[in-house]
């Protein structure tokens, strides 16, 4: 399997040499050259297999550069009990006939991003060790992302991890996870200002070339196309939980943000799993929601602050490789839409005939406000007694408002509610359960270094700390 860019102006690559980058070097996304197709008889024989088994089979389409017996050892040493809490990593709990959650929150840090993330810590330390090298990940967090990359890189060789977040901002919660790792290739730097100057040092720092190359900095962002790819294996883990046979049709409701998860249902349903739906749930960020509703994509210069802020987006990174599909694959197309909102503006397919296919490709979408997510809460814990988190409220909320008869419905719960503690409080008056490793990490002593929101100080930093 090659790998192209969404613009058109890369040279094929394989999945180890797009697996440490980011963007495309021509400033598009990477993507496979085809989505690899399963036949009747494949699928057929996909529906009795673990968790393993299904990731195994599905990844090894797209990572087909990695030896075969090196990919199991890779995918078995991921997905086990021990990291995910039951040998089903994603187990589906039935609400009633009809209506499924999909728990995709117990990793490490109880929310999705662990799903992919512990599977590309173990392929950076493969394909690190294989070309004897290192990389020094620079990242900047608000919360679930930069937990999710410390707790899959802690400990792992040739990788250093420095994670810049906003001092003080975090919750209580959220800060404790991070700063009680003591792994010592595992970087805390809690920056004095808020989310925005992180991200700006994580640009200059990545925006000095000659820095970037000589200290090996890396980053494992959400459009890192290996994360996209280990996501699809749980559309197929749920498809098979909740149907008797193939020939039946499943829709997915998904919290998105960057686009990255349901982008994975999109190609799950390009590999022929039989999805009817795929649901694009967002929070008052509706970036997203507008386009599938209208066919205006309009990055909004502002992001608002929710109570499901791992969703609080202006722009969805992720969109590019969708929009590439729904234009046919042309990435001269892409170019010319991307023109516009790289320059800060918009762009209106309504008018195209590429706006019909959104449909064909089973597309739909909804948004969520704040008494939105208090409301689900309450109706999901006082008719089914089960607790929600306010990412998996949005997507449940939007999944109900597009529910069909007879078509099940598969809700992803992105993140366990004892993430957001001060939110459940609101919505139900008491504290959500705490899983029984996690109840007092507040207290654990904390490794973390405060720094000025200052660009040559995070460097001075990297370079006392990579030798
Ligand atoms: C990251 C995240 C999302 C959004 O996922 P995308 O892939 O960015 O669309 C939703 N919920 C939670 C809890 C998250 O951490």
């Not at 139900?428 to 040559?456: K, S, Y």
Request: glycine fraction near 8%; include cysteine.
């Amino acid at each position: 399997m090659k790998y192209l860019s969404t613009r058109g102006g890369m040279q094929p690559k394989t999945f180890t040499e797009i697996l440490l980058g980011g963007l495309a070097t021509d400033g598009g996304l990477t993507i496979s050259e085809a989505y690899p197709r399963f036949s009747k008889e494949e699928l057929a024989a996909m529906r009795d297999m673990s968790y393993r088994e299904l990731a195994f089979e599905v990844i090894r389409r797209f990572a087909d550069d990695i030896p075969a017996a090196d990919l199991r050892a890779i995918v078995d040493k991921t997905y086990t009990a021990e990291i995910f809490r039951s040998d089903e990593i994603t187990p589906v709990k039935t609400l009633e006939p009809g209506l499924h959650l999909l728990g995709l929150s117990y990793g490490p840090t109880l929310a999705f991003k662990d799903v992919a993330m512990q599977l590309l810590g173990n392929l950076f330390e493969y394909v690190l060790a294989k070309e004897n090298s290192e990389i020094n990940i620079l990242g900047a967090t608000s919360g679930d992302t930069g937990s999710a990359a410390e707790y899959a890189m802690r400990g792992k060789r040739g990788i250093k991890v420095f994670m810049l977040s906003p001092q003080g901002k975090m919750s209580p919660f959220q800060t404790a996870q991070m700063f009680s790792l003591q792994d010592p290739n595992i970087f805390n730097i809690a920056v004095k200002g808020v989310f925005d100057d992180c991200q700006d040092i994580v640009k200059a720092v990545s925006n000095d070339l000659d820095f970037k190359a000589k200290h090996k900095i890396g980053a494992v962002n959400s459009i890192n196309w290996a994360r996209v790819t280990a996501q699809v294996v749980y559309y197929f883990k749920a498809y098979f939980a909740v149907t008797q046979s193939n020939d039946e049709e499943v829709s997915f409701s998904v919290p998105s943000g960057n686009f990255g998860n349901v982008c994975a249902g999109h190609i799950a349903r390009q590999m022929g799993l039989p999805i009817k739906k795929l649901i694009v749930a967002t929070n008052e960020n509706d970036v997203l929601d507008e386009f599938f509703r209208t066919g205006v994509y309009r990055p909004r210069p502002q992001t608002e602050h929710t109570s499901s802020p791992s969703m609080d987006i202006s722009k969805a990174s992720n969109f590019e490789r969708f929009v590439y599909d729904l234009v046919g694959r042309d990435p001269a197309v892409v170019n010319e839409l991307w023109k516009e909102v790289d320059a800060g503006g918009s762009f209106d397919l309504s008018k195209t005939p590429y706006f019909a296919r959104v449909r064909e490709f089973g597309f739909e979408s909804g948004s969520s406000s704040h008494a939105n997510r208090l409301e689900t809460i309450r109706h999901m814990h006082q008719k089914y007694g089960v607790m929600i988190d306010t990412h998996t409220a949005d997507g449940v909320k939007v999944g109900l408002e597009h529910r069909e008869a007879n078509v099940p419905m598969v809700c992803l719960e992105t993140a366990l509610p004892a993430k957001f503690e001060e939110t459940i409080r609101e919505a139900l008056g008491c504290e959500p359960e705490r899983p029984a490793d996690m109840v007092g990490i507040e207290n654990l002593p904390q490794r973390f270094e405060v720094m000025a929101a200052d660009a040559e100080a995070v460097k001075r930093f990297i370079v006392q700390h990579t030798g």
